[in-house]
């Protein structure tokens, strides 16, 4: 259990509340500066718990099972706190943008709980590269989000990043639906 890979895993789910504390007072821009710093580095961890495990052949059940889940939690609680408005601060994903990001967040939940149906069944869907992209430009763009928030004077690089989160919201309709496909063919 205490491989390696595992404590990478188990160190971003840890690290989430502190990431949460970081992003939550909008204009301050340190907090968003340290929030984005944190965020690269569960990014990194993400990377490198799976290189690892497989370089290892250190993969382990509850390693299959807890990477997905601090994924999510982490573009979760990111999403949750870039829409939320506080002390009269507009939102780092204001009005319509929001529709992205709830495209995401339904992706999410709706193909973890196609997984587990699928799991039950002992089908496995593997990911394709187009979500592998489509996590890429995700992260990237909530990334990107972020550190808006630390560089409020360069206010190009929101307009950059949720154009990046509408273009991973379209990547989420279409991986989503390719997972789909393949889950109602197993279903009765």
Not at 49 to 59: H, K, N, P
Not at 159 to 188: E, F, N, P
Request: hydrophobic letters at 55%; aromatic letters at 10%; proline letters at 5%.
């Amino acid at each position: 259990m205490w491989t390696l890979p595992n404590v990478l895993t188990l160190s971003r789910i840890v690290a989430v509340p502190l990431l949460a504390v970081f992003l939550w007072w909008p204009g301050w821009s340190d907090g968003y500066l340290a929030g984005f710093v944190l965020y690269c580095l569960m990014g990194i961890t993400d990377y490198f718990d799976g290189y690892l495990a497989r370089a290892q052949g250190a993969v382990s059940k509850l390693g299959v099972f807890l990477d997905p889940i601090a994924d999510k939690i982490m573009v979760a609680a990111v999403i949750l706190l870039l829409v939320g408005t506080r002390d009269s601060q507009p939102a780092l994903i204001p009005g319509i943008h929001q529709i992205a990001a709830l495209v995401i967040l339904l992706r999410e939940i709706a193909v973890s709980g196609l997984r587990e149906f699928l799991a039950q069944l002992s089908v496995s869907v593997p990911v394709s590269k187009l979500a592998k992209w489509k996590t890429t430009l995700q992260l990237v763009s909530l990334g990107g989000l972020i550190l808006a928030g630390g560089l409020p004077v360069y206010p190009v690089l929101h307009d950059i990043s949720l154009a990046a989160l509408w273009g991973a919201a379209i990547l989420t309709l279409i991986t989503g639906w390719d997972y789909l496909r393949v889950g109602v063919k197993h279903m009765d």
